[in-house]
């Protein structure tokens, strides 16, 4: 099935750094969804886009939908311990079956050690 | 907590056996989705039901069945088991799968079942 290419695939970072990750598509969206999942848990979700060049903010959270629509981008600014977990994308293809989304394979945060 | 709730949260059990997840969607939603994450590994859709009916299928080995009953909830039927079916499973729900606003395209998962195959 198609896939979203998410990078980077992981990352370490130090409290107080900037984070930023991003998933593009060869296909349009009409939406863009961001999620965090803690081991063991379900993915929570974090931030929704509906618009090309939408920006929003959840807390030190910020993503945007990409103007192409075939992009989006998230930042997490100032980070501390707890933003350590897996972020998945996932977006709905314009013209696909609603409610159906595809997701990216995940960008993994850890501390720096 | 997203208000989706599964059952068990954890399954042990044997290669051959059969097994079935339960998930209760969140209140007022219509669609039930069903994903399996192996160890590092991403989310792979296995099947969709919307208000009872089954409406997309993913990667679902035949091996495999749901359904979704007249209360909503759904169900999720693996059987013959094999080691490689161990795995976390995710169920998630949305108000609806059509005729919706964008807002419909969100969805809100469950916090899963592991399932370890011996």
């Known amino acids: 099935g198609q896939q979203l290419n998410q990078s980077p695939q992981s990352m370490f970072i130090q409290e107080g750094e900037d984070v930023s990750m991003n998933c593009t598509s060869s296909s349009i969206f009409n939406t863009w969804l961001w999620y965090k999942q803690d081991p063991g848990e379900g993915p929570v979700l974090l931030i929704a886009?509906?618009?090309?060049?939408e920006l929003t903010s959840n807390g030190r959270l910020t993503a945007q939908f990409g103007i192409t629509r075939k992009d989006s981008f998230l930042n997490i600014s100032a980070s501390i311990p707890s933003d350590v977990g897996i972020y998945f994308c996932a977006g709905h293809r314009y013209g696909g079956s609603q409610g159906n989304l595809i997701f990216g394979k995940g960008t993994k945060l850890s501390v720096k050690p | 907590d997203s208000g989706v709730t599964q059952t068990p949260k954890h399954l042990i059990t044997a290669t051959g056996q059969r097994v079935t997840l339960r998930c209760s969607p969140r209140?007022?939603?219509?669609?039930v989705y069903w994903y399996q994450q192996s160890l590092d590994q991403g989310l792979q859709f296995l099947i969709q039901?919307?208000?009872?009916?089954?409406?997309a299928k993913g990667n679902i080995l035949e091996r495999f069945s749901a359904q979704q009953f007249p209360d909503l909830h759904s169900e999720l039927n693996l059987s013959s088991l094999e080691l490689g079916d161990s795995a976390l499973y995710f169920c998630a729900s949305s108000p609806r799968t059509s005729g919706g606003p964008s807002s419909y395209n969100e969805q809100f998962f469950g916090p899963g079942t592991r399932l370890t195959v011996l």
């Open positions: 886009l509906y618009k090309a060049g």
């Open positions: 039901y919307y208000n009872g009916e089954e409406r």
């Open positions: 209140s007022g939603d219509l669609s």
